[in-house]
Structure formats: C-alpha cells, structure tokens
C-alpha cells in the first residue's frame, strides 16, 4: 500500500548548524510533497512543497529536494533557530483521484542555543 | 475568514457515548478532509469531500465513524459508541481543487475517551 517513511525520529543540532530530514515514498503516482511544520499544540503548517516536474525548491533558510527515480525527499535548513524547534512532517500526495497525502512519522528537531 | 475552524478544541466523553465535532473550511475551498493524529504519528487520512460529495473513506473509519458536508460549506465528523482507542486529535484540512495547493489544517479537536 501507500507508504512514506521519514528519518531520522530525531535530530538535534546546535544553533546555526544545518538539519536535513529524509522521506521516501512508495506510490509511483505521487508528484507532490509539502512539509509541514507542527509546534506543540498547535496545527502543522505548511511550510515548503515541490512539485515532480522539479528537482529542488528553495526559500530564504529552507530547501527541498526531490529525486523521483529513488522515491526520496529531503528538506534542508540552514543555519537553524531555536524558533525552528518542532515537529516536521513531509507528506506525498497525487494529482490522481482524491489529492489525500500519506504523511511520514514526523521528525522531532531540536534546536540547541 | 480567517482559516479553517473546527469545534470543539477539546472533548471528554465516556467510553459508549457518541460525539460530534464540526469543521468550517476556508470559504472557497472545494475540498474537505480529515485526519487523526495520535501522539508521535503523522496524520492518518479519514475521508475526503469535494463539496458535498463524500468521495473517499478510509480503512480506519469503521461503521461507528460518519462525515457529511451537505451543503458543501461545514462538515461534520461523528464517532458513535466511542471506545478509547479513538482517543485522537481529529484534525480537518481543505484546499483549493489544484493539487499543488496545500492543505490548511484546522487547530483540531482532540477526543478523549474515558
């Protein structure tokens, strides 16, 4: 069935450090991959997404890339906040039927001042 | 409009009874989901509405589990004869009809069962 995998569970880094979170997808019909950032309480926001026409998609501190023959994705943050502290979760979705994305397990980043 | 609504925040209920959250989507958005979250997963799909029409279901949502959006504005998600393993946040989503529009996530309802 459809499944995303997402690593690491957990990462902590030093502020200013760079962190990267890896998914992989198993849905060959998935051609777009939003992250989403969710802090305690609170609802996850979307945060950056690409598309599978595209290979890599960037945003001041945030990029993310994509490499549809291996089926992974990687969102990338540079030099990390403590603001940046929370739970990033990346999804797959299809532009076939429903549009529903399949989310991975959620990385939980610790940004250390 | 200022994003999408669900209510209530929170829900206590007794194991057996039945409850009932609402969701008000952002106004122009054709699609509808839900999602639960439990504590350290990622959002697991529910259902999904474009307008009124209920056009996907999960596995996970058995026959205790009923959404409607009748007039394709507000859905309703209703868990009757709860038991403690839908102890959940219960999270709604909606969206534009392109699929490169990202979902906006309501705040959630989390359901405790007792």
């Known amino acids: 069935g459809e499944n995303v995998e997402q690593h690491p569970s957990t990462l902590s880094v030093q502020e200013g450090d760079s962190a990267v979170i890896k998914c992989t997808y198993s849905d060959s019909a998935s051609n777009y991959f939003p992250w989403y950032k969710q802090e305690l309480g609170k609802r996850p926001q979307l945060i950056i997404d690409i598309r599978s026409n595209v290979g890599e998609k960037k945003d001041q501190r945030i990029a993310v890339t994509l490499n549809k023959t291996a089926k992974h994705f990687s969102l990338h943050i540079t030099e990390t906040q403590p603001e940046d502290s929370a739970v990033y979760f990346c999804?797959?979705?299809?532009?076939?039927?429903?549009?529903?994305?399949?989310f991975g397990t959620g990385t939980r980043l610790k940004v250390l001042a | 409009d200022t994003g999408v609504s669900q209510n209530p925040r929170h829900k206590i209920t007794k194991r057996g009874q039945n409850v009932t959250f609402r969701c008000d989507p952002i106004s122009e958005h054709n699609r509808l989901y839900w999602y639960r979250q439990t504590l350290g997963q990622g959002p697991e799909f529910l259902t999904y509405?474009?307008?009124?029409?209920?056009?996907?279901k999960s596995r996970l949502l058995s026959d205790r589990f009923s959404a409607e959006r009748p007039k394709g504005s507000f859905s309703t998600l209703e868990i009757q004869r709860t038991e403690q393993g839908d102890s959940a946040m219960y999270l709604c989503?909606?969206?534009?009809?392109?699929?490169?529009?990202?979902?906006?996530f309501g705040s959630g309802t989390r359901l405790t069962v007792v």
């Open positions: 999804a797959a979705g299809s532009s076939s039927g429903t549009y529903k994305y399949i």
């Open positions: 989503a909606s969206s534009l009809l392109a699929v490169s529009s990202g979902y906006t």
């Open positions: 509405f474009q307008n009124e029409a209920q056009l996907e």
